[in-house]
């Protein structure tokens, strides 16, 4: 009995771990392509220059 209770805890930490890591996954990958997206659109930006006297 004690090593299917061990064998359930095991499997269901892991399960866990596996959707953990694909969440991570996925929040690092969108957020990476949401900066790659601002970095892009500040690059292209004509940049205006003001001289204050």
């Known amino acids: 009995m004690s090593t299917l209770i061990r064998y359930l805890g095991t499997s269901l930490l892991l399960f866990v771990l596996i959707i953990f890591l694909l969440t ?20 292209n930006k004509p940049i205006a220059f003001s001289i204050v006297l």
Do not use: D, P, T, Y
């Open 24 to 43: 991570n996954s996925w929040l690092c990958i969108s957020r990476a392509r949401k900066n790659r997206h601002r970095i892009n659109e500040l690059l």
